[in-house]
């Protein structure tokens, strides 16, 4: 049902990479777009009911999902998103013709002077992208909640073993297991929050603002009309953007968004690099924790089994940190009154939010929540610990217990009976 622009745009962008088919929340957001501009342009008097009708239920048919095979463009492209607009307008407009046709009409429905009636690429676009990241980042924050609630609940099994903790890598002193994993969830909801509170700003929209946000080219009230429209048909609490013209320009507040999921990629990244290094060994390391063992981990050694979540968890980080670079390049470069590199933030968020999303998931349910601490390794590492040598330098001075120290093991100093 695509027609001669999307057709021309395959040419021009034929290269390997995810496609917008790939991306149902974008092809959602989009066909919301044209519902409520449709809606806003009936109600105005700018579309006649019975063509307004056909794009209203076409659209409504793309955002079901019912035509994801007609989107077969790369979400990388030039032109600022353009040929992702004409690819949802051609769709529209040919289906909604095919509505009118079947229901007796000679009426035929076109792309431009129909379905993107009232509208600009540079204003539909930043809307629909505002509404896809809000889809998949409510995916994704349940999931970083699952998380950090198998954090707390690991915490909950411990409530009074002590370890050795470490700094530098070196011996220290003791303190609860259970607080590595309420520290662990605390992090994972701090970042979540963040996440929570960038993705909400999106939702402040430029539609009506058209090219270059002054409105020109559609009809007077329709930005307000359809701004109101989107909110009913949405679901979510759009608003029109306070500066039109900013909110075409700058790639900044999709970028905040970019930067908090890279955050909380960091942040499940650290739990991970922990229990890693915590399970080491488990004869040869720490193996203080006994990480689920969830497959083999060598072709030659046989019995050897590797930390993979932990390590799916630190390479999806590495990524997104990848995709949140490439964001802020992207906004970097945008030039007065529009900025044309939103294709590769936008392939960056919603790939990276729907990773984390996975990858918190699976973090939790086959990693933090089969882990368990090994006792034995546990109390034999507290023998390390200078707790004690923390409590005599504050009566005998710190002075003369680091000269004793240098005479004798730290281990005289442990107290590891007591931790024990």
Not at 215 to 235: D, I, R, Y
Not at 370 to 383: P, T, Y
Request: with cysteine; charged share 20%.
């Amino acid at each position: 049902m695509y027609g001669g622009q999307t057709r021309r745009a395959l040419a021009n962008f034929d290269f390997r990479g995810p496609r917008l088919h790939d991306h149902p929340d974008l092809i959602r957001a989009l066909a919301l777009v044209k519902i409520a501009a449709a809606r806003a342009n009936r109600r105005l008097g700018s579309l006649a009911p019975e063509v307004a009708d056909a794009v209203i239920a076409a659209a409504r048919e793309v955002q079901q999902g019912s035509h994801d095979g007609q989107f077969p463009l790369p979400v990388l492209q030039g032109g600022g998103g353009t040929s992702t607009n004409m690819n949802v307008n051609e769709v529209v407009a040919r289906r909604a013709t095919q509505l009118l046709r079947g229901r007796g009409s000679e009426s035929a429905v076109h792309p431009n002077n129909h379905v993107n009636r009232g509208q600009s690429t540079n204003d539909v676009m930043p809307t629909a992208i505002a509404l896809a990241v809000h889809s998949a980042s409510t995916r994704t924050v349940e999931s970083l909640d699952r998380l950090a609630d198998a954090c707390r609940a690991k915490a909950g099994e411990y409530p009074e073993t002590e370890r050795l903790g470490r700094t530098c890598l070196q011996d220290a002193v003791a303190l609860p297991v259970a607080s590595l994993h309420r520290s662990h969830a605390y992090g994972i909801g701090q970042a979540a929050d963040e996440l929570r509170t960038t993705v909400r700003a999106l939702l402040k929209v430029p539609l009506g603002a058209t090219a270059v946000g002054t409105g020109l080219g559609a009809a007077p009230g329709f930005s307000a009309a359809a701004v109101a429209e989107l909110a009913e048909v949405s679901g979510c609490p759009v608003e029109a953007a306070e500066d039109p013209y900013w909110a075409l320009a700058s790639l900044e507040p999709f970028v905040a968004v970019s930067e908090a999921v890279d955050r909380c990629a960091r942040s499940a990244a650290r739990i991970a690099t922990d229990l890693r290094l915590l399970a080491s060994g488990p004869v040869g390391g720490i193996g203080e924790i006994e990480l689920p063992a969830v497959q083999a981990g060598s072709s030659i050694m046989p019995g050897k089994v590797n930390p993979v979540i932990p390590e799916l968890m630190m390479q999806m980080s590495f990524q997104i940190a990848g995709e949140a670079a490439s964001a802020r390049a992207a906004a970097a470069v945008g030039e007065l009154e529009v900025s044309a590199m939103a294709p590769v933030v936008t392939l960056g968020l919603l790939g990276g939010l729907e990773r984390l999303d996975s990858g918190a998931r699976i973090f939790a349910d086959r990693c933090i929540a089969g882990l368990r601490w090994n006792a034995d390794a546990v109390r034999a590492n507290l023998a390390g610990s200078l707790t004690q040598a923390v409590v005599a330098a504050g009566s005998e001075g710190y002075d003369a217990i680091a000269r004793r120290a240098h005479t004798a093991p730290h281990t005289t100093y442990a107290g590891a009976d007591e931790l024990s």
